[in-house]
């Protein structure tokens, strides 16, 4: 006789095949920052990340257990309530979870898929724009360097210029070039951004809206 046992997945299993994903927050708002600054946009915040940069300004999120599993399913349920067809993914660093799933879902559903990450893990999902911010805390994955649309180095010491211009090398000559001030040295490192972008006229400077429209 046949025995046929059926084993319901995990809820690790189901993370792995990037099915449910632990979501910190997820609101409607303008996005701040980059090439869609001003765009609204529905964000999706995943928990987790091993980063570990000193000045990050949501490190609440580090901790992936600290915030509820939800199926792919809820999470565009939730998306399509707003009437913005922009969906930004961020972290946490997104790209520790497979975003393969999400993505298309959000695709069929006719959403525009834009991505925050590191680049700290192998990439995935389909995006339509990539934005890239290295850090030095955690070296970025090979995958990450053909994928990005955008390079957005966040300059917090006069050396971050330096690590600025070496990821500029390693990716697309299409890619767009960022520097933005790390918020809590913003008085001090935006005229010399400024004069930077001045005299290397590759690069744009991305500031953070939000924060100056008290927005989340
Ligand atoms: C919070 S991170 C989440 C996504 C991903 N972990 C990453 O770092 O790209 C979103 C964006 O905010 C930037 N960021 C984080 N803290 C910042 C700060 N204090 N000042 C300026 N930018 C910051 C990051 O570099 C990144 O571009
Ligand atoms: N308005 C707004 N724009 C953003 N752009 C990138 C953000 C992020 O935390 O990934 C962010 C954010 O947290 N809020
Ligand atoms: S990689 Fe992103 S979320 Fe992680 S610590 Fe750095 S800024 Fe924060
Ligand atoms: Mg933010």
């Known amino acids: 006789m046949n025995t046929l046992?059926?084993?319901?997945p995990t809820t690790q299993e189901l993370i792995a095949a990037g099915l449910q994903l632990p979501i910190m927050e997820a609101f409607y708002t303008i996005q701040g920052e980059g090439r869609f600054t001003g765009h609204p946009a529905y964000f999706i915040r995943l928990g987790g990340c091993d980063v570990g940069c000193v000045w990050c300004d949501v490190k609440d999120s580090w901790e992936a257990?600290?915030?509820p599993v939800l199926s792919i399913e809820k999470i565009v349920e939730d998306a399509l309530a707003f009437p913005g067809r922009l969906a930004v993914i961020?972290?946490?660093?997104?790209?520790?979870y497979n975003l393969g799933p999400l993505t298309k879902l959000l695709k069929e559903k006719g959403f525009t898929t834009n991505i925050e990450t590191s680049g700290a893990h192998p990439f995935s999902g389909d995006f339509d724009w990539v934005c890239f911010s290295p850090k030095k805390f955690k070296k970025p994955h090979p995958s990450i360097y053909v994928e990005a649309d955008e390079l957005k180095v966040v300059i917090y010491n006069k050396?971050?210029?330096d690590f600025a211009e070496d990821h500029a090398k390693l990716v697309n000559?299409?890619?767009?070039?960022r520097l933005q001030p790390e918020w809590s040295k913003a008085a001090k490192f935006t005229p010399e951004i400024i004069e930077y972008v001045k005299n290397h006229p590759t690069w744009k400077i991305s500031l953070q809206t939000h924060k100056f429209m008290d927005i989340p």
């Open 90 to 96: 961020t972290g946490g660093e997104p790209l520790m």
């Open 173 to 177: 000559s299409d890619c767009e070039l």
């Open 5 to 8: 046992e059926l084993v319901a």
């Open 159 to 161: 050396s971050d210029f």
């Open 65 to 67: 257990a600290k915030w």
